[in-house]
């Protein structure tokens, strides 16, 4: 069997980011690697998942492939491959239903319905600040360099794209917008997000597999385990402790209908309405 070099450096990214994980003992859970992704989810369930990523009216129009997300995913073994077969299909719809409401242009009358429309974006509308954190000396921001949300789950903050790019391999902090011009490495910011650890917030892998151990504080604050506590980890501090948030209640529409076409139930906790954020 011969490589590419392209294949060889995806290869030993990939690597690396699975010993960093490995590492960090953020997946010391039941891991079968009997049932590869592109297996629980097919090329067809996918694109019925996402019936208008490709519409004309939506930007992010033929980026967001499925040979990127399946190449993306072999990164991160542990994504839809710990527990039973039901927590692994619960993962993966919990995880598309949260970047569909990042990335949705779905609306009330929408054809097929709202949540018919997730990965309609690729970059954030109108942003209301550069997300530049100069307090942080980690992961320094570059003049003329904007860390908007983008990508899947809207990846946003110097510290963010810094601290992606390293695990990734890519500049994120000089090139943040590889990450809205790049398929493959838009996903795999995404699932970066999804199974990294940041204290004090769990990572949103532990959480859907059941790995999750509230502290005292996540006790206090209500931050009980579920699809709720993972809206909490993306964007708590707007959305939580708001009974009926518009927000909340999208990305819960999409996970429903999502659990609907993996034939899983959702599970408890769907909200995050009475959780104080992180």
Known sequence: MTFSLSSCVVFLFCFNVMFYHSYLGTEAHYFSPITPISYLITQKLFDSIFLHKDNTACPAKNFYTYESFIQASKCFPRFGSVGSLSTRKREIAAFLAQISHETTGG???????????????????????????????????????????????????????????????????????????????????????????????????????????????????????????????????????????????????????YATLFNVDTGPNLDCAYQKSF
């Not at 018919?116 to 109108?126: D, I, N, R």
């Not at 000396?137 to 510290?159: D, H, M, V």
């Not at 943040?176 to 493959?184: A, E, G, K, T, Y």
């Not at 709720?228 to 948030?245: A, K, M, Q, R, Y």
């Open 107 to 257: 609306w009330a009358t929408a054809p097929d319905g709202p949540y018919a429309w997730g990965l309609c974006f690729k970059e954030e509308v109108s942003p209301q600040s550069d997300y530049c954190d100069s307090s942080n000396k980690e992961w320094p921001c570059f003049a003329g360099k904007t860390y908007k949300g983008r990508g899947p789950i809207q990846l946003s903050w110097n510290y963010n794209y810094g601290a992606a790019g390293k695990a990734l391999g890519f500049d994120g902090l000089r090139n943040p917008d590889i990450v809205s011009n790049n398929s493959l490495i838009a996903f795999k910011t995404a699932l970066w997000f999804w199974m990294t650890e940041q204290k004090p917030k769990p990572s949103c892998h532990n959480v859907m597999i059941g790995n999750y151990v509230p502290t005292e504080a996540d006790i206090a604050a209500n931050r009980t385990a579920g699809f709720g506590l993972v809206t909490n980890i993306i964007n708590g501090g707007l959305e939580c402790g708001i009974p009926h948030d518009s927000s909340v209640n999208d990305r819960i529409g999409y996970f429903q209908r």
